[in-house]
């Protein structure tokens, strides 16, 4: 069983670092796309997401709550009789990948100011709604 506990924990680190490299990626490629002209970078859904996903990060980290994924990893790994973050091959890098060794405040700001310039992206580069144009021209062209 602790096998699968490990598996899991495993897994759970991934998942982790998959949703911070969206967050990070994701803020990347709407600058680069918005300077590009690229289409999709504006699409609603991606974009709500998106600014969702450092909005959850952002007040976790004001209310001074743990990560859910940290505290699920870490029982998963203790449930499996390890401690700490020690481990396999996998949750080395992942976890080398996503933590570091500073203060919790500095977090706080950096989860802040990203929330706020993924915010002012909705200004700069803002994302097409449902309908978009043509949903609004063919009301435009209806009202007599």
Known sequence: MAVAYLVFADLV?????????FVVMG??????????GWNWIRDARFRLAHLLAILFVAAE???????PLTVLESHLREWAGRTGYGG????????????YNLPPWLFTLAYLATAALIAGLFIVAPP?????????????????
């Open 27 to 36: 803020l990347v490629l709407i600058v680069a796309g918005a300077a590009r």
């Open 13 to 21: 680190a991934i998942v982790h670092a998959a949703y911070a490299l």
């Open 128 to 144: 097409h709604w449902r309908g978009g144009r043509r949903a609004a021209a063919a009301s435009r062209s209806c009202n007599l």
């Open 88 to 99: 396999d091959f996998i949750s080395a890098w992942v976890d080398w990948l996503i933590f």
């Open 61 to 67: 980290s004001v209310a001074g709550i743990a990560c």
